[in-house]
Every structure is written in structure tokens, then in C-alpha cells.
């Protein structure tokens, strides 16, 4: 049987908690996947992006649309497939925008407990739909004591915080205060300034791939090891880290492996295949068991 998935189907069926599990061990258990394939083409960014596990394998083709959101359309589309590696029948048809949302926030919380999160001020920059799954999945699983959202569309900003019972603010008073930032943005320009964040704070860096830039070089400096989702897709993809920069992927601080870090603490995600197959597993689990 095939379960095929709407984007609401998605939103509702997920668990948080079950999910960034689930995420943690395949990160520690499945092969390393294969390169994905992708490429810039009138504006736009595509992928497919393979990866597999004992008894499944998952592809995704998911495109980033710059364009989109004016013509009210959802920024990333795609498609998120589940087929069992010994039979070719595909198990699970998914959204992969929700899918996307979902698996970027799961491996975030997954990168904070890694740096030693301990509640606090969360600040979150950018309002957008990665934004949004980030708020929901760090609050049901690691929680918060204080919302900051700063948004360059401060009607936007205003709808997150008020949603989840934080306040609007600016971007420098975001950087000051914050215990945990989150930057989720489209920025060519750095959102996230080394000069304003204070010591211990731990950093999420959404953003991807270039020329979207959201970390400035004072913050890698001071950082000096990053936590990376992957070595060889930041490498690629990003120009958020520095050649002195000490970068250790999830998979590898999960077993063990640890970060010499500075006075802040980074995480830089440009996307891995890996944490699809996550997502597309735990929604299998929750749609067989959902009916």
C-alpha cells in the first residue's frame, strides 16, 4: 500500500519528540548517502537528494522558487518517496515542503542538545515557514522561557510571535538578548553579527544554499568549530565557514566526536539526505498507524 500525503496530512501526523528520536538514530545507524544532484536554473534552486537504510531507500526532488511566495505559492515544492529497497513498491508519496519544514527543525533541536541547550531567550530571525516548524519543534521538544522574532516584514514577525506568545523586535536587540538564535532567512547579507552576540550563545543557521548568507565572519571566528548537517554540502553550498574552522557533521557528534568550541556555539544546516529518509520513515510509522 502506498500512503500518500498532503501537506496537511504532513502537519498533522507528526510527532515532534518521536521524530527527532527517530532522526538521531538514523543519522548514527544509516550508510552515508550518495551525492545529491543539483543545480541553479532561472532563479531557482533544484535537488534530488538519495539516501538509504536497512530495508528502505528515499529520494526527494524538491526545488527552492524564489518567485513564489508573491504568486502565493509555498517557496519549496517537491515530492519526498519511500520505497522498500527489496521490492521497488513505494511506501509513501509525501509533500515535501511540510516534509522539509519538519526534518530542518528536528535536526536543529538535535544540533542544540549537541551544544548543550539549556532554555533560555530563543531568537528567532526570519518569520517564514522554516521559521515557524523551528518555534513549534524546539518548543514541544527542548522548550523556552522567552520568544524574540525579528523579521524585515514586521507584520510577519508580529503573526510568528504572537502565535506563539513571544514579542517583535529589532535585529540588534534579537542579537543581544538572545540565549539561542535561530536564523532562518533568504539574507545575502549576514543577519547574524558577531559583534552584538554575547558569549555562550548558541547559533542555527538555516540559510542555504549561497548567495544566501546569514553568518557573519566575526561569529565563525569566535566559534571555531561548526556543527554541520554535512561537511562535503557546506563546503559546497556555503561560505559561512573559514579555513581554520574545525567543521564535525551530526552523524559524527552523535558517536562521540566533539567540537573545540570558542565563546559561541554554531550550527550551519544547508540540507542532507539523511534527515529525509528520517522524515520519510517516521511518517510511514505514523501513517500505517494512523490508518
Known sequence: MTYRLSSEDVDRIVDPKGLVELLEKVLVDAPKPPKRVSLEYEGSWFGVMPAYGPGYYSVKIVGVYPENPSRGLPLVRGLLLLVNSRSGDVLLEADAGPATGWRTAAATVAALKLMGYSGGVLGVIGAGVQAGYHVRVIRDVLGFDKLLVHDKVEVKAESLALKYGGSKVD?????????????????????????????????????????????????????????????????????????????????????????????VRVYKSVGYSLLDLAIALHLYERARGAG
Open 171 to 263: 535585529l540588534r536587540r534579537l542579537l543581544e538578548s538572545s540565549d539561542v538564535i535561530v536564523a532562518a532567512t533568504t539574507s545575502r547579507d549576514p543577519v547574524v553579527l558577531g559583534n552584538f552576540v554575547k558569549s555562550g550563545t548558541l547559533i542555527a543557521s538555516i540559510g542555504a544554499p549561497k548567495p544566501v548568507r546569514e553568518l557573519d565572519e566575526e561569529v565563525v571566528r569566535r566559534s571555531r568549530c561548526l556543527l554541520v548537517d554535512s561537511v562535503e554540502g557546506v563546503k559546497a553550498e556555503s561560505e559561512e565557514w573559514g579555513p581554520a574552522s574545525q567543521l564535525i557533521e551530526l552523524a559524527e557528534a552523535l558517536r562521540g566526536v566533539k567540537c573545540e568550541w570558542g565563546d
